[in-house]
């Protein structure tokens, strides 16, 4: 990670001009920089995903990413989308495996499924990026690849992400990076835990099952060191709970019944019949 940031400054932000005729997006004031409806948001020539856990691995990540500060529908996750950062070049793009911006809405201008993030026009940076290796994206994932003049940079660390995570999920090896003075500085991650203190939530690596795969997982976890449910298992810790509930209601009231016989036959042998009033 030790490819050095381009020299690049955020530009001003721009005066709001007359409406373009660049899409749906008629519901407030239109900008001079390009949306998302005008960049690209996928290209059919490139290979598709690697394997079946670059779909489920995002999808962990986002059922269990709970902000404690941050409303739920003020939090955006993206897979394999395509994320602009430079207005200047507004055709270059990094399409993390997953990543998450906080602050921002869950839907573009709250009205629509984003087709990309383009930070110039959402003013908020991802706050976290994930990269899930593989053998064709290992070493630009790494950032140890070079690029062409005038092509889309390799390495993460132009979009400037405060954390950066990779994972292997063949070794296991989780490997967190954090940006310092404009450079990534890897963690030390020996414990396979990793805190976000400015987020109030951790990333580590899990193992258990997953829509049916026993696997290595990255999964958030809270303050208190415990892995974030996912909704279907928050649902199914609530069903066992009401069921423990009843459970013991049943073995109260049977209890109760059984103490209540017992008396009744100690009356009948001292000669009371506890059925009369």
């Known amino acids: 990670m030790t490819t050095a ?10 005066a709001v001009t007359s409406p373009q005729n660049t899409g749906p997006r008629n519901n407030g004031p239109q900008k001079e920089w390009p949306t998302m409806y005008d960049l690209p948001s996928e290209y059919p020539e490139e290979d598709g995903l690697p394997d079946k856990f670059h779909n489920l691995q995002p999808e962990l990540l986002s059922d269990t990413l709970r902000l404690p500060t941050v409303a739920e529908d003020q939090i955006f996750t993206g897979s394999d989308l395509n994320v602009y950062y430079d207005r200047s070049h507004p055709n270059w793009h990094k399409r993390p495996d997953w990543f998450a911006v906080a602050g921002v809405p869950r839907l573009y201008d709250g009205t629509d499924l ?19 290796l593989s053998p064709k994206t290992a070493k630009s994932d790494l950032g140890e690849t070079e690029r062409e003049p005038d092509e889309t940079p390799t390495n993460e660390q132009i979009l400037q992400v405060p954390t950066y995570v990779i994972f292997n999920r063949i070794d296991h090896r989780f490997r967190v990076f954090t940006l310092v003075n404009g450079s990534y500085q890897e963690q030390d991650v020996s414990s396979g835990r990793f805190w976000l203190d400015d987020m109030g939530i951790g990333l580590g690596v899990w193992q258990g099952e997953f829509k049916g795969y026993p696997l290595h997982w990255l999964r958030w976890y809270d303050v208190n060191g415990e892995w974030i449910p996912t909704e279907a298992e928050a649902e199914r810790q609530q069903r066992q709970v009401a069921e423990q509930i009843a459970e013991q209601e049943r073995s109260r009231a049977e209890q109760e019944r059984s103490r209540a016989e017992r008396l009744a036959e100690k009356l009948r042998v001292l000669g009371i019949n506890p059925d009369e009033e």
């Open 5 to 14: 940031r381009p020299s690049y400054e955020q530009p001003p932000t721009l």
């Open 114 to 132: 984003r087709l990309s993030y383009v930070v110039w026009d959402e003013q908020v940076v991802p706050f976290i990026a994930v990269e899930l």
